[in-house]
């Protein structure tokens, strides 16, 4: 019913620049919160930034003045612009929104399949 799907992600040299975008689709009433998550290998999964449906915005302080999350809430899209790319940001990102199907509906969490990204020393 509803998808999420991400783009963006590849390959750079370190202190590179990639950008990432998730555009939802599908017979969505209402979004709330949106984040980008990553997972390296044998690591856990974290979240990277969240942004709500006000525009606030949280990050990881790994990524605290490095990344920046934005939103455009008529494309139903999320981004996340990544600068200055370090070894250790190579992971899988994850994008996640809060949807409900109707007004009635609770939200739920809703994943995209992930997009690799990485980062060469």
């Known amino acids: 019913q509803v998808q999420l799907l991400e783009s963006g992600g590849g390959l750079v040299q370190a202190g590179g620049s990639l950008r990432l975008s998730c555009a939802a689709s599908g017979r969505i009433f209402g979004i709330n919160a949106m984040g980008w998550y990553r997972q390296a290998p044998g690591k856990q999964r974290e979240l990277v930034a969240v942004i709500t449906s006000g525009g606030s915005t949280n990050y990881a302080d790994s990524v605290k003045g490095r990344f920046t999350i934005s939103r455009d809430n008529a494309k139903n899209t999320v981004y996340l612009q990544m600068n200055s790319l370090k070894p250790e940001d190579a992971a899988v990102y994850y994008c996640?929104?809060?949807?409900?199907?109707?007004?009635?509906?609770?939200?739920?969490?809703?994943w995209g399949q992930g997009t690799q990204v990485t980062v060469s020393s």
């Open positions: 996640k929104a809060l949807v409900r199907l109707d007004y009635s509906g609770s939200y739920y969490p809703s």
